[in-house]
Structure formats: C-alpha cells, structure tokens
C-alpha cells in the first residue's frame, strides 16, 4: 500500500527522510529416525514470515511529498521421505512420534523453550518400533531499521517567497563527505 500527501513548509530548500525496519522470523524443524527394521523417515518443515515497512518525506521549494510503503509475506515448507518399507506397528508408532512432538515444537516456536522432560518422554514411548531418532529445531530472528537524512535550508526573501533549488547544489551534496559546508 502506498500513500502519497502534499503539504507546504517554507524557508526549507531541501529536504529528505528515509526510515526503514525489517523482521522476519523462520522456524524450521528435522525429524530424522530409523525403525527397529531399519527403516529410514526424514521429516521437515519449515516457515518464514517478514514484515517491511518504509516510509520516505521530501520537502522541495516548500512543497512536501511522502511515501509509506509495507509489504507482510509468508512462506512455509514440508517434506517427507521414507528409505524402506513402514509396516502398520511402524506407521502408527512414527504417527504417535509426530503428535507428541508437535506441541513440543509449538512451544519452542512460539516462547523460545524447550521442555526436554516431556520431549523425553514422548521419545521413550515411540521406542517399541523406533530404534533412533533425532529431533532438530531452529528459530532465527532479525530485525533491522535504518535512518537517512538530507537537508537544506535557507532564509526567505523580501516578499517571504523562498528561492528556488539550484540542482547543481544537490548534486554537490551527494559529493559532501557528509557534513554539509555553507
């Protein structure tokens, strides 16, 4: 979504603001075991979500232009493989393994923890067909913001009119070491 508004300020000959922050979070979640028969099950699943926003202000011979702008996006994954031939006590057992991990996987991607006394126990349970599993769950965060700005003023003249900008003087702005030099 964007919006654009039009105001006027004197005495100001340039102006410009940025501002822009970023998060995104992205779950991911193996689940790799083997039965007693030898069989091998890899299981995973992943999300993502981020959240951008940014808005820009430019104000140019006393005439203001802003910019806002958001984009939300999400993405998730899942995947599946089986190296061997499951028998119904196995598929049931693994069945019960997903179930019992999930509210484990749950609470670690929602608050951050991880109860290892019931992850323990729903492992134990699964262990009349499942001879190994491991259990890998990932939560990253990043979040990012920035703040940029440029500005130019100047006094207005006799009849209160403010000059008008002279392009070379911005072009030479872009060329300051950033401390601006009147």
Do not use: C, W
């Amino acid at each position: 979504k964007m919006e654009v508004q039009t105001a006027t300020q004197p005495n100001i000959l340039y102006d410009h603001r940025a501002t822009e922050a970023q998060v995104g979070v992205q779950n991911t979640g193996d689940l790799s075991l083997r039965t007693r028969e030898g069989d091998l099950v890899n299981l995973s699943f992943g999300n993502e979500f981020q959240f951008a926003q940014s808005q820009q202000e430019t104000v140019e011979n006393g005439v203001v232009t802003q910019e806002i702008s958001t984009v939300a996006q999400a993405a998730a994954r899942y995947s599946l493989s089986v190296e061997g031939d499951l028998n119904e006590d196995e598929l049931a057992a693994i069945q019960a393994l997903a179930e019992g991990i999930q509210p484990i996987a749950e609470e670690f991607f929602l608050n951050g923890e991880f109860d290892f006394d019931e992850a323990s126990e729903t492992l134990r349970a699964s262990f009349s067909q499942i001879q190994e599993v491991e259990l890998r769950l990932e939560r990253t965060i990043a979040a990012t913001f920035a703040f940029e700005q440029t500005q130019v003023t100047g006094p207005s003249n006799e009849e209160g009119v403010v000059p008008e900008i002279d392009p070379a003087a911005l072009n030479e702005l872009g060329n300051s070491d950033g401390f601006l030099n009147f």
